[in-house]
């Protein structure tokens, strides 16, 4: 085996020994010695540098292909499903539209039965003030056929 000697430096500035050799150098605020480590060999192991044999298994295939069918499928039935409620979701602001315009007419109905009962109250005397008056005038006539009765027989 044989050493190498690593030298570390940081800096430009080295100190050489009597031999000419860097046995260290300066870094940035202090010094680092000389680092010697042992060189080893490296072996492989060759059954690992040979490539693997690998086959596709046919059924993991069919497999795959399937999960992607059922995968499509159920992402058909989740559109379908969101459309759906999309459309219930439509109809239901309908049904509240119409709810409250039906309750408003309730109201306005309400106000008609007061009107109508109003007018039927004065139609009603009217027809009383009519009735007293048929009688007023029936009296009248009985009156002035008495009095042309008189007249008749002078």
Same mark, same amino acid.
């Given at each position: ?68 069918? $059922?995968?499509? +499928?159920?992402? #058909?039935?989740? *559109?379908? %499903? ?5 459309? =219930?979701?439509? /109809? ?12 408003? $007419?309730?109201? +306005?109905?309400? #106000?008609?039965? *007061?009107? %109508? ?5 004065? =139609?009603?005397? /009217? ?23 008189? %007249?008749?027989?002078?």
């Amino acid at each position: 085996m044989s050493f190498q000697t690593k030298r570390v430096s940081t800096s430009s500035r080295s100190m050489r020994s009597s031999s000419g050799m860097s046995s260290q150098s300066y870094s940035g605020y202090g010094r680092e010695a000389a680092i010697s480590t042992p060189i080893t060999s490296v072996t492989a192991n060759k059954s690992l540098l040979t490539p693997l044999n690998l086959t596709i298994d046919p059924n993991i295939q069919v497999v795959r292909t399937q999960e992607k069918e $059922q995968i499509k +499928t159920l992402n #058909n039935r989740f *559109a379908s %499903f969101i459309d759906k409620v999309r459309f =219930l979701e439509q /109809q239901n602001k309908m049904l509240e539209t119409k709810w409250s315009l039906l309750q408003d $007419q309730t109201t +306005t109905r309400s #106000n008609i039965d *007061a009107m %109508f009962e109003a007018y039927i109250a004065n =139609l009603r005397r /009217q027809l009383d003030n009519l009735g007293n008056e048929k009688h007023k005038l029936e009296s009248e006539l009985t009156n002035m056929q008495g009095l042309v009765e008189d %007249f008749k027989n002078k």
